[in-house]
């Protein structure tokens, strides 16, 4: 599991993604709208589609806002058309970061984006500068208390996983990104609902950091994670989960 994912966990338990619920509808209707425009609007046919549609279903949006994202991008409805982009840099201690974007504007994006960079003791860099310190895959994450570990690993694994680890309170299932969807189904069929479920990018290796480092880098994932045209950060820190609890509850 990379640090960022841990960090979004701690903060979902203390409740700080509900105070930014607006900004949060804001981006999966962008990621539902290009996703509808890449592969249709077919729920069920575009495996991309359905997973932010339950992303969306399970942060509570409203069906009627997920209808109409969907219409936007099959062009039913008018809407904006979004750029799909990725920015690449540095942070404290020398981790390695990748910044998912969807904008109106490249120009005005990488600007704003190499701003928080600057601003908060990291650099952007160069396209292809650490995309190679990262692997795309499919996580699932479920929480210990919903599933039985073995019972998750022969499912997953007969599905096709690659790897199931454990996490403090969660176990995190790893796939192939070709095979994530029948992994998905795979669990799913169990009535196993995931805490998290999307393909990411994920570090091959990670920076522990503490201290200082680990609370600027906090900072930085932050800063960039509330800029609107951002919809995903990947990084490869390590930090503590106790010094993540504590600068969570700061």
Same mark, same amino acid.
């Given at each position: &599991? $990379?640090?960022?994912?841990?960090?979004? =966990?701690?903060?979902?338990?203390?409740? +700080?993604?509900?105070?930014?619920?607006?900004?949060?509808?804001? !981006?999966?209707?962008?990621?539902?709208?290009?996703?509808?425009?890449? *592969?249709?609007?077919?729920?069920?046919? %575009?495996?991309?589609?359905?997973?932010?549609?339950?992303? +969306?279903? +399970? $942060?509570? &949006?409203?069906?009627? %806002?997920?209808?109409?994202?969907?219409?936007?991008?099959? *062009? /039913?409805?008018?809407?904006?058309?979004?750029?799909? $982009?990725?920015?690449?840099?540095?942070?404290?201690? *020398? =981790?390695?970061? @990748? #910044?998912?974007?969807? =904008?109106?504007?490249?120009?005005?994006?990488?600007?704003?984006?190499?701003?928080?960079?600057?601003?908060?003791?990291?650099?952007?860099?160069?396209?292809?500068? #650490?995309?190679?310190?990262?692997?795309?895959?499919?996580?699932?994450?479920?929480?210990?208390?919903?599933?039985?570990? /073995?019972?998750?690993?022969?499912?997953?694994?007969? +599905?096709?996983?690659?790897?199931?680890?454990?996490?403090?309170?969660?176990?995190?299932?790893?796939?192939?990104?070709?095979?994530?969807?029948?992994?998905?189904?795979?669990?799913?069929?169990? $009535?196993?609902?995931?805490?998290?479920?999307? #393909?990411?990018?994920?570090?091959?290796?990670?920076?522990?950091?503490?201290?200082?480092?680990?609370? !600027?880098?906090?900072?930085? #994932?932050?800063?960039?994670? /509330?800029?609107?045209?951002?919809?995903?950060?990947?990084?490869?820190?390590?930090?503590?989960?106790?010094? @993540?609890?504590?600068?969570?509850?700061?």
């Amino acid at each position: &599991m $990379s640090g960022h994912s841990k960090w979004a =966990t701690i903060k979902r338990k203390k409740g +700080a993604a509900d105070a930014k619920r607006g900004q949060l509808f804001s !981006k999966i209707i962008k990621e539902i709208t290009v996703a509808a425009r890449a *592969g249709g609007g077919d729920v069920n046919g %575009n495996p991309r589609l359905r997973t932010v549609v339950d992303k +969306a279903k +399970a $942060s509570n &949006m409203p069906a009627d %806002n997920i209808t109409r994202a969907i219409k936007k991008g099959t *062009g /039913e409805l008018e809407g904006v058309n979004y750029e799909e $982009s990725w920015y690449e840099g540095y942070g404290p201690g *020398g =981790t390695a970061v @990748m #910044v998912e974007c969807l =904008t109106d504007n490249k120009k005005r994006t990488v600007a704003e984006v190499r701003h928080i960079f600057g601003k908060n003791s990291g650099n952007l860099g160069e396209a292809g500068c #650490v995309g190679w310190m990262f692997q795309t895959r499919g996580v699932l994450t479920f929480e210990k208390k919903a599933v039985a570990e /073995e019972a998750l690993m022969d499912t997953a694994i007969e +599905a096709g996983a690659e790897d199931i680890r454990d996490l403090d309170d969660l176990y995190e299932v790893t796939t192939d990104p070709g095979r994530f969807e029948e992994v998905r189904k795979a669990c799913e069929a169990k $009535s196993w609902k995931p805490v998290e479920a999307g #393909v990411q990018m994920c570090p091959k290796n990670t920076v522990k950091l503490d201290g200082e480092d680990a609370e !600027k880098m906090l900072k930085l #994932v932050e800063a960039l994670e /509330e800029h609107e045209d951002v919809q995903n950060v990947f990084a490869n820190f390590d930090i503590d989960t106790k010094v @993540m609890e504590k600068l969570a509850a700061a």
